[in-house]
Structure formats: structure tokens, C-alpha cells
């Protein structure tokens, strides 16, 4: 198959996806264009999924994949509180997957597409000896409305959606709804747009375990933070893995302690302190800085 | 060094480069936000580089890879004749390259940013074997005004910006100014931003070579194309290498007959034909598809 003819096959599917309106030219030119309406901002970000980083061809079928590349881009647009728009997918592929690998990839990405509304709007592709995907997302929300890292103060709560751990206990186990969850996970869309309409002062996505990223929200707002010993840890889970294990998805945002937040929403667990910036405590203890760093590849 | 300090260091050096007023938040969100200015489009392009396939480390020093990374991205931009906003960066690196490496391809790409006025304002950053970085890059037109490949008519003059072939020689060469010009091509932004204004009928870059890209401008505007052989060749490359060599970077476009094109802005090198879409003839002969295809890799 010649790249032309993996573009063709690509663009048929990418047309059974959902439309999005504002999205004026899709696949098929040198750009993507959009029309954007009046009194929106639109929100950008780009992730990587790498072979045998993220993921191993043994483990995840090419769906998966296409599946999870999407939804860590998604989890982004969830955790600044937009409603997704168009996406870009860059692939490169070693040439035996250049074929059917290829298009489940794609039939993955676009299955979680359709159900978030957001359009397949272009892309690049190439040649590698090792998978990688970088998926672009762009979500849009009302001017100034964007939910930031850096809105948190002294003497909010700190909350988070859902359950954590479960990613890091499904990685370790590889059976179960743990090893479904890291396989398949979830973007907080939805959650993302009620903490929106409910004007919560911070928020981000728990991509790299919740020591990790609650660390860079409080470095983002100039606060330190005191996490109780009452989180939501995924049945089977550990402590160890709900604090320092990533690839959860869920949302971690604070709110002032006044604001009523329901518990289906989010679960209480910790208050923002003045302090040194970026400091975290756990059940008083100050918390080394765990989670998943690229470069020094401390913790899961 | 962690990951957080390198974007922290990141982040310094993109604040000495260009702050566009469309970008409200860059780097330090989980999204880049973008405020959009009424009757205006948006375009959006991604492209990879990609170590040993796009460059080597032998040949290319960092700053020349930064440089090439957002030059591939600001090609497609000119090609849609719309100005340079901001671009997210996705860089992943082997671990012993996240220092120095790092930091000097950001220097290359920002040297180049600061030419175009286009704020880094964004990314994703890991650790891989091999180099690779995939560039988004997003620009303006006025409400409807993007260049797109589908408007070729049958009877348009065909044109390229520049000399083709140069990338192509300096590729095969590795010395004198052919060499410098594959190193570090040049988006013809500003020439894209005048085909605009002058209202031509289809545009796109030349990054895989004429004959395969002005065959997929020819798919697009359901036509085919009679190329003259009075191309405007790089002084010591062959005809082959114009016709079929890759990353010219140069703008094909088409325009009416009775438009006036200066000499200075391209050079007429053929005429759209009705007939079977996508066909390309070379001096009255049809040309066999060539330019570099990532799966057949036919060309170069």
C-alpha cells in the first residue's frame, strides 16, 4: 500500500466519524481549517503514546492503541473544562503495520471519537521501526472560562473524580476491570464541564500519579498542599499505587471550602496550605516526589 | 536533570521568543489557550521529524533539527497563506541527549520562531531511543480565505516559488549552499501571504517532491497537470531531482491565465488540463509517480 492509498483508506474512515461544524476543511489539504464562533477560546494540547513506553504490541491490540492515544489528549481538554473540537493524529508505523494494524488503529481512535464528538481533522503519517503516536486535541470554551492550574488558594479543598490507583494496580496485574481500565481509560469530559459550570478554582488531569501532578499544580499556584489519608483507592489498589502510580485520568481540582461539591462529582481529599510552592504533604508527612518522570524514571 | 526542571528551563527559553496576543495561556496548563479575533479561520498542520528518516545526528546538530522541525509545519502555513500564530512542540529524547541537546534544538527552533513571530506555546516532552519530534502549527486567515489544493481549474497556469531540485543535491552532496539549504529550508510564509492577496486558485508546499505533490493537488481539484520542461532548477541539480526530489519547500500554485503573476513570485512551469484527475505530464510524456513515499519509498 502506498502512503497516497493509506491516506484514501484513512480519510473513509475518518469520514464515518462524528462531523463538527466548526471544522470548515478536514483531512485532505496541507492544513485543518476552523471557523471559530464569538466568545469562545479554544484550548490546544498534544501527547504522546510511544511503543514499549506507553505501551507493547504484545499487551495492546492496535484498537487499544488508537483507543488510548486519543484519550490522553481528550483527558486534557477534559481537565480545562472545554468540549472537544477536532483532532490531529500523528502516526509513524514500522511497514508490516502499514495495512490492517494501521486501520484498527484508527477504527480505535475513532470509536472513542465519536462518542466525545470531536472530529478526525488531519494528521501526518510516516514510516518507523517503532510505533509512535503524537495526538493533537482542541477543545473549545467560553472566553475566559478555561479551568487552570493556577487558580488554587490557601484553604480550598482538594478533590479528585472518581477512584486512583487502579491504572497502576491494572499495569502491575494485567487481568480485571484494573487491566481494562489501564487499557481503555476514560476522559473526565463530562465531569470536566460541571466543575466548568461550577467555577472551581483549579484543576488538571492525573496523568503521571497524583504526588507528580498535584506537585505541579501547586507549583502552577504558588501553594503547597496537605492530602489526607481517606483517598478513593481503586479496590486491590495499594496506597503506594494511588499516590505515585499513573495513567489514572481522573481530575484532581480544588474549590474554595464554601462551594458545595457533590460527592458524585468529586471526593474531598485535602486542603490547600500557603507554604513553600509545590510542597505536598500526605497524612502529615512531607511527600517525596513520586509519580512518573520521563528523565528519571522514579516510580510508575 | 527531572523532567520538570527541563520544561522549566523549556519554558525560559520560550519566553525570550515571540508572545502572540492570540495566546492567552502557553506553557505550564494542561492546554495552551488561544483567543480568537473575530472573522478570522484558523489552520492547523502537524509533521513529524524523525531521527535517521528525517535527519541524523551525524550530520545534524541540534539547532539545525529545532530549525527543520518548525520549518516542515510553517511550510504547510504558507502553503494555506496565513500568518504564523503559535505552535505545541512534542519532543521525545534518549535520556543522555535531555541536557545540552535539548536545549540547543529549542534554541534552533525559537531562532527561527522569532523570524516568523509564532509563540512556542506548548508541547509534550519524553524519553525514547531515537529523536523524535512531531510540530503543530497553527495560523490565521481572514474568514474564508485559506489557499487550499482543490481549486485548480483546467486552463490555470501552473507556478512554483524559487528553484526546485536544491534540497534534493545538497541532499546527495552534503557540501556548498545545496547543503546549507537542506539543512535549514525556508518557509515561504511571506509568499504565501502574497498569493493570498492576489487571489490564486490552489496552493500547497512541496515537501515530497513536485511530481507526487502536484499529483495529490491535482486529486483534489479533480484535474491533471502538463509540466514544461523549462523548470526553474537549482544550478547543479538534474531534472530528476527537481522533478521527483523532496523537502524544496517551495509553494506549487495555480492561477487564471489572465492573472498577473510576477517573475519574482513564481515562475510559470505548466497548465492545468482536464483529464484523468491526478495525472502528471513532463514534456509530453506522463509521468510515473515519484517523490518520496513513506511505504514505498520510491524516490527521495
Redesign the interface.
Known amino acids: ?4 492509498e ?1 491516506i484514501r483508506r484513512i480519510r473513509r474512515i475518518a469520514a464515518e466519524g462524528p462531523v463538527n461544524k466548526a471544522v ?2 478536514g483531512i ?9 464562533r ?1 466568545n ?9 503514546v ?1 511503543q514499549d ?1 506507553h505501551f507493547t504490541l504484545e499487551t495492546h491490540k492496535a484498537a487499544d492503541v488508537g483507543h488510548k492515544a486519543l484519550a490522553r489528549s481528550l483527558s ?2 477534559a ?2 473544562g ?1 468540549t472537544p473540537v ?1 483532532c ?1 493524529v ?1 502516526l ?1 508505523v514500522p ?1 508490516e503495520l ?1 495495512g490492517r494494524w494501521t486501520e484498527q488503529f484508527y477504527r480505535g481512535l475513532l470509536a472513542l471519537a465519536k462518542r466525545y464528538g470531536i472530529t478526525l ?8 521501526e517503532k510505533v ?1 503516536v ?1 495526538v ?1 486535541c ?2 473549545r ?1 467560553p ?1 475566559g472560562g ?1 479551568l ?3 487558580g488554587a488558594k490557601a484553604g480550598d479543598r482538594i478533590y479528585v473524580t472518581g477512584e486512583l490507583g487502579g491504572s497502576a494496580l491494572g499495569l502491575a496485574t494485567q487481568k480485571g476491570a484494573a487491566w481494562k481500565r489501564h487499557l481503555r481509560p476514560e476522559p473526565r469530559i463530562q465531569a470536566g464541564l460541571e466543575l466548568r459550570r461550577r467555577g472551581v478554582s483549579a484543576c ?2 492525573l496523568s503521571d500519579g497524583l504526588s ?1 501532578d498535584l ?2 499544580l501547586c ?2 499556584s504558588n501553594v503547597s498542599a496537605e492530602v489526607w489519608p481517606s483517598l478513593p483507592i481503586t479496590k486491590g489498589a495499594t496506597v503506594e499505587q494511588a499516590l505515585h502510580g499513573g495513567e489514572d485520568y481522573e481530575l484532581v481540582f480544588t474549590a474554595p471550602a464554601r462551594k458545595k461539591i457533590p460527592l458524585s462529582l468529586g471526593t474531598p481529599i485535602g486542603v490547600i496550605k500557603a507554604g513553600t510552592p509545590g510542597e505536598v504533604f500526605y497524612d502529615s508527612q512531607k511527600l517525596a ?1 513520586g509519580g512518573f ?5 522514579a516510580g510508575g
Chains 1, 2 share one sequence.
Open positions: 500500500m502506498t502512503e497516497t493509506l470548515v476543511h485532505g489539504d496541507d492544513c485543518a481549517v476552523m471557523r471559530p464569538t469562545e477560546d479554544f484550548v490546544f494540547t498534544t501527547d504522546f510511544l513506553l486534557d481538554l481537565a480545562m472545554s477536532f490531529l500523528s509513524a511497514k502499514s481533522a488531519g494528521g501526518d503519517l510516516s514510516r518507523f509512535i503524537d493533537m482542541c477543545g470554551v472566553r478555561s487552570l492550574r493556577s488538571m488531569d507528580l506537585r505541579r507549583l502552577e516526589v518522570d520521563h528523565f528519571t524514571q
